[in-house]
T-cell receptor
Framework: TQLLEQSPQFLSIQEGENLTVYCNSS?????LQWYRQEPGEGPVLLVT?????EVKKLKRLTFQFGDARKDSSLHITAAQPGDTGLYLC??????????FGAGTTVTVRA | SQTIHQWPATLVQPVGSPLSLECTVE??????LYWYRQAAGRGLQLLFY??????ISSEVPQNLSASRPQDRQFILSSKKLLLSDSGFYLC?????????????????FGPGTRLTVT
């Protein structure tokens, strides 16, 4: 089983501040995904990164895949209350299953 | 477009009672299907996955079982619920994309079922 460690576990910031969430592993992943989940709902896919060193931007969210494809980060610029949620990273080798991190709970205060 | 349905949305069951949660997917063929359980505010524990009709792989030994009677239908069952079965159950589907050696299996989740065993 490939383990993904997310940090920090909890993050509480003021609206307008920036934040970064990290996802690390000792294993190499063929691809890595980030999801956001709101209370009582299923996770929603935000992005997939597949190439080492890849950077993807989704409005105020920036995702980076490490050069060695063992780690990833999610950076949010000028966070808004709508960014509040549980952020999950997930990675897969080359089969059907994904390994999920334990998640980072982000709270953006207005 | 693809849609995934789960029902019921919430369920309260006594210890020792049976369980049946259903998941269906529309708009895609031969998807991989998954059942997860999630503790409050935490990551996902994979319970079962299926790559085709009648093909079920179990990830965690427990008193739950899964079946896939049709291509786009996935059912999670139990004959006798335990208190520890309480949780948020999520169904998901995926299809592979990309070249061999660099395939990605993005998963798409249903709305979930909140199960409380009393």
């Amino acid at each position: 089983t490939q383990l993904l460690e997310q940090s920090p576990q909890f993050l509480s910031i003021q609206e307008g501040e920036n934040l970064t969430v990290y996802c690390n592993s000792s294993s190499v992943f063929s691809s890595l995904q980030w999801y956001r989940q709101e209370p009582g709902e299923g996770p929603v896919l935000l992005v997939t990164v597949v190439t080492g060193g890849e950077v993807k931007k989704l409005k105020r969210l920036t995702f980076q895949f490490g050069d060695a494809r063992k780690d990833s980060s999610l950076h949010i610029t000028a966070a808004q209350p709508g960014d509040t949620g549980l952020y999950l990273c997930a990675g897969g080798p080359n089969d059907y299953k994904l390994s999920f991190g334990a998640g980072t709970t982000v709270t953006v205060r207005a | 477009s693809q849609t995934i349905h789960q029902w019921p949305a919430t369920l309260v069951q006594p210890v020792g009672s049976p369980l049946s949660l259903e998941c269906t997917v529309e708009g895609t063929s031969n998807p991989n299907l998954y059942w997860y359980r999630q503790a409050a505010g935490r990551g996902l524990q994979l319970l079962f996955y299926s790559v085709g009709i009648g093909q079920i792989s179990s990830e965690v030994p427990q008193n739950l079982s899964a079946s896939r009677p049709q291509d786009r239908q996935f059912i999670l069952s139990s004959k006798k619920l335990l208190l520890s079965d309480s949780g948020f159950y999520l169904c998901a589907w995926s299809v592979a994309w990309g070249l061999a050696g660099h395939r990605s299996y993005e998963q798409y989740f249903g709305p979930g079922t909140r199960l409380t065993v009393t």
